[in-house]
């Protein structure tokens, strides 16, 4: 009933800028929180950014200055934009969408994008 499909992904220099997007679609009738985690190899899923209905941002310590969260809620997108990027910022990067009411169904829903690869290296 619900995807979310990232992309923007790819490999970059360190230093290096990428824009990552996210777009949910489906039977949504509205979207609390929408965030972006990482998962690199050997390691846990980790929070990067979250963004609420109200605009407001969380981020990890180590993207905050760097990476900036927003999102465009009448096009149910969230966006992370990334600067100076690392090579320890490489790993795949996913979307979530938490607090989700469908049109079709009573409740709320948590759903996650498949991933988008994020390499930096030289």
């Known amino acids: 009933q619900v995807q979310l499909v990232e992309s923007g992904g790819g490999l970059v220099q360190p230093g290096g800028s990428l824009r990552l997007s996210c777009v949910a679609s489906g039977t949504i009738f509205s979207i609390g929180a929408m965030g972006w985690y990482r998962q690199a190899p050997g390691k846990q899923r980790e929070l990067v950014a979250t963004?609420?209905?109200?605009?407001?941002?969380n981020y990890a310590d180590s993207v905050k200055g760097r990476f900036t969260i927003s999102r465009d809620t009448a096009k149910n997108t969230v966006y992370l934009q990334m600067k100076s990027l690392k090579p320890e910022d490489t790993a795949v990067y996913y979307c979530?969408?938490?607090?989700?009411?469908?049109?079709?169904?009573?409740?709320?829903?948590?759903?996650w994008g498949q991933g988008t690869q994020v390499t930096v290296s030289s």
């Open positions: 979530n969408a938490d607090s989700v009411r469908l049109w079709v169904s009573p409740g709320e829903y948590d759903y």
């Open positions: 963004i609420s209905s109200g605009a407001s941002t």
